[in-house]
C-alpha cells in the first residue's frame, strides 16, 4: 500500500489551480494592454496623463495617432485647428464657435462705441503642455477675458474717424495687440475681422456727409484737371495739323512740279527723237511715204518677234503672241509698254494651262531683261504652280519675290500658294502661311480661308478645319457656301457625321443656302457613318444630283435596305454610276438566294 501510494505523482493535485493562476495572468496581463493603448484623434494634441500618480507628460506632446501609454494613463486633448470667439450681437448669423455679446467702449475722444468682432486663435504645438501646467483644460475663460479686455483697450486709443477712414489698419493694429498677448499665453491669433461698429448716429451722419462733400470735392478737382488736359491736347493737335498741312501742301507742289516738268521734258525728247527718225531713215534709205510706212510696219513686227523669242522658249501661247502682234500694230504701243502687255499676257496664259516651270523661266528673263516683275506676273506665276500642284516650286517663287524679282508678295499669290500647298498634300505649310499673312500686311479674304480649309479637307484635318471657319466672324469675312461645303467636306473625310449634320443645319445663321454639292457632302458623311434614314431624309429635302443618289443608294446598301434602294434607283433622274447600280443588283440577288 505504501509502495503504490508513493507511485502516484503528488503534484497532479495541484494542476488544476496553477492552469487557473496562469489563466488570470494570462487575462490581466491582456486587459492591462488593452487599457495601455490610447489614441490622440485627428485635428487634436494629446498629452499623457497618468491618472492614478496624477503625473502629466508635458515635455512630448502627441499628434493624431494610436499609442502605448502604459496602464492607467489616458490622453488630455486640446485642439489643434483653429477656434474661432465672436463678440458678436445679430442673432440672424449663425455661430461659428465660442459667441458672446459684443464689446461696448469708448473711442479716444469719448463717444460710445459698440464693437461686433470676429477673432481666431491657434494653439501653439510645442507649447501645449506648458499651457496644460498653468491653467490645465481651462484655458478658454482665460483667453476670453484677456482678448476681451486687450480689443476694449486698443479700441479706447483710436479715434471715432478711424473707424472709418483706417477700418483696415485699425484691425491689424488690434490683431497685433492680441497676438501679442495670448502669445505669452501659449497661442497665437490666425485672423481678426471686425464685422460692425457703431458709433452714435449723429456723428455717423457727419462722417457720411463729410466724406460725401470729400469726394464731391476730388470729382471736381479731377473734372478740371482732365478739362485742362483736353484743352492742351487740342491746341497741340491743332499746331500739329497746321504745321502737317503747311508741309504736305508744300511737299506736293513740289513733287508736282518736279514730276510733271520731267515729264513733260521726257515726252518731248521723245516727241523729237521719233520726229527725226523718219526724216533720218527716210534720208539715209531713200524711201518715199508708201515706203516708210511699210518699213516701220515691218520694224515694230520684228522688235515684237525678237522680244517674244527672249521672254518665252519656242513652241509656247503662239496665239497669245500673234495676238499682242496684232494689238502692238493697231493700237500703237510703246516698247517698254509692249513688253509688259506681251510677258502678262504670256504668263496668264501659261497660269491657264499650269505650266509651272514655263511661268518661272519667262519671270527669270524678264529680270534679265530689265523688264519690271509686278504683283499680278507674280500671282500669275503661282498660281500655274498651284494648278501644277508644285506647292516647292510655289514656295519658292513666293520666297524670292521680294529679293530677286522685287515683286512682293499680295493676295493674289498668297491664295494661290495656299491652293498649291493644298494640292500638294502640305496642309500645315497652307495654314501656317494663312496665319502669316498679317505679318506680311496682308488681310486675309474668303479665298484665303476657303484655300486653307480645302487643304485641311485633303489633308484629314476637320479639327483644323473647323477652328478655321469658327474664326471667320473675328476677321470680319463672311462665311460663303464654299466655305460652309469645304469645312462639311472634311468632316466627311473625318467620319464626323454629326459634326457635318450641325454645320448643314447652322448655315442659315450665316446667312448662306445649302446648295447641291453641300447636300451630297452630308449625305456622303451619312453613308459612311450607316445613318440611311438622315442620309434619306436629307436627300429629301435637296435638289438631288448624281452624287447625291449614289451616296444615299450606297448608304442603303449598307444597311439591307434593297427596297429603299431600288425605289431611290427608280426615281433617280440621273446616270447612276455603274458600280452603285451593280452593287444594289448584288444585294438584291443574294437577298433573293438566301
Not at 495687440?177 to 499665453?185: E, H, K, S
Not at 508744300?250 to 521719233?274: D, F, P
Not at 518661272?360 to 531683261?369: D, I, Q
Amino acid at each position: 500500500m505504501q509502495c503504490e501510494e508513493c507511485d502516484v505523482p503528488p503534484a497532479c493535485s495541484d494542476s488544476p489551480m496553477i492552469v487557473g493562476g496562469i489563466g488570470c495572468c494570462l487575462a490581466v496581463a491582456v486587459l492591462l494592454a488593452v487599457t495601455s493603448i490610447g489614441a490622440v484623434p485627428p485635428l487634436f494634441y494629446g498629452i499623457r496623463y497618468n491618472y492614478a500618480s496624477k503625473w502629466a507628460e508635458i515635455e512630448r506632446v502627441y499628434t493624431p495617432g494610436r499609442y502605448f501609454l502604459g496602464p492607467w494613463n489616458t490622453f488630455v486633448l486640446f485642439p489643434a485647428t483653429v477656434q474661432n470667439i465672436e463678440f458678436v450681437n445679430e442673432p440672424r448669423i449663425s455661430p461659428s464657435g465660442e459667441r458672446y455679446s459684443a464689446l461696448h467702449t469708448r473711442t479716444k475722444e469719448g463717444l460710445a462705441l459698440d464693437l461686433e468682432v470676429s477673432l481666431q486663435y491657434r494653439l501653439k504645438e510645442a507649447d501645449v503642455g506648458k499651457l496644460y501646467v498653468e491653467f490645465n483644460v481651462n484655458y478658454t475663460s482665460m483667453f476670453v477675458s484677456t482678448i476681451r479686455d486687450t480689443l476694449i483697450a486698443a479700441a479706447a486709443e483710436h479715434h471715432a474717424g478711424e473707424f472709418w477712414t483706417q477700418r483696415k489698419l485699425v484691425g491689424e493694429r488690434m490683431q497685433s495687440m492680441v497676438n501679442d498677448i495670448l502669445g505669452v499665453t501659449y497661442s497665437e491669433v490666425w485672423g481678426l475681422q471686425l464685422m460692425d461698429i457703431a458709433l452714435p448716429d449723429q456723428f455717423d451722419k457727419s462722417i457720411v456727409a463729410t466724406e460725401i462733400q470729400r469726394q464731391s470735392i476730388a470729382t471736381m478737382e479731377f473734372h478740371q484737371r482732365s478739362t485742362q488736359i483736353r484743352a492742351t491736347t487740342r491746341v497741340i493737335a491743332a499746331e500739329f495739323a497746321r504745321q502737317v498741312k503747311t508741309i504736305s501742301a508744300g511737299a506736293q507742289a513740289n513733287y508736282t512740279l518736279l514730276t510733271k516738268v520731267a515729264k513733260a521734258r521726257a515726252r518731248q525728247n521723245v516727241y523729237l527723237t521719233e520726229a527725226l527718225c523718219p526724216v533720218n531713215v527716210r534720208g539715209r534709205l531713200k524711201l518715199q511715204g508708201p515706203d516708210l510706212v511699210e518699213y516701220q510696219h515691218c520694224r515694230t513686227v520684228g522688235r515684237l518677234r525678237s522680244v517674244s523669242a527672249a521672254l518665252l522658249p519656242s513652241g509656247i501661247a503662239r496665239n497669245i503672241i500673234k495676238q499682242l502682234d496684232n494689238a502692238s500694230l493697231y493700237y500703237g504701243f510703246g516698247m517698254g509698254s509692249q513688253v509688259l502687255l506681251q510677258a502678262t499676257a504670256v504668263l496668264v496664259g501659261l497660269a491657264r494651262d499650269g505650266l509651272a516651270e514655263d511661268a518661272l523661266r519667262v519671270l527669270e528673263h524678264m529680270c534679265a531683261s530689265r523688264v519690271g516683275v509686278n504683283e499680278v506676273h507674280l500671282g500669275a506665276a503661282v498660281s500655274a504652280c498651284s494648278k501644277s500642284s508644285q506647292w516647292q516650286l510655289a514656295l519658292n517663287a513666293l520666297g524670292r519675290s521680294s529679293t530677286s524679282w522685287h515683286a512682293p508678295p499680295n493676295l493674289i499669290s498668297c491664295n494661290a500658294l495656299i491652293s498649291a500647298c493644298g494640292r500638294g498634300g502640305q496642309w500645315k505649310f497652307g495654314v501656317r502661311l494663312l496665319q502669316h499673312m498679317r505679318l506680311l500686311i496682308i488681310s486675309p479674304d474668303e479665298i484665303s480661308y476657303n484655300a486653307a480649309m480645302s487643304a485641311c479637307e485633303r489633308g484629314g484635318q476637320w479639327r483644323c478645319a473647323l477652328s478655321i471657319l469658327s474664326c471667320l466672324p473675328s476677321a470680319r469675312v463672311a462665311p460663303s457656301v464654299i466655305s460652309c461645303s469645304a469645312a462639311i467636306s472634311s468632316c466627311e473625310k473625318g467620319a464626323q457625321w454629326s459634326l457635318a449634320l450641325g454645320l448643314l443645319m447652322g448655315m442659315p445663321r450665316f446667312r448662306v443656302v445649302p446648295d447641291r454639292i453641300t447636300h451630297s457632302a452630308v449625305i456622303s458623311a451619312c453613308e459612311k457613318a450607316g445613318q440611311w434614314q438622315l442620309a434619306l431624309r436629307i436627300l429629301s429635302g435637296s435638289t438631288p444630283d448624281r452624287i447625291s443618289f449614289n451616296a444615299a443608294i450606297s448608304s442603303c446598301e449598307k444597311a439591307g435596305k434593297w427596297r429603299t434602294a431600288l425605289s431611290l434607283l427608280c426615281c433617280c433622274r440621273f446616270v447612276v454610276v455603274v458600280v452603285v447600280v451593280v452593287i444594289v443588283v448584288v444585294v438584291v440577288v443574294f437577298w433573293l438566294l438566301a
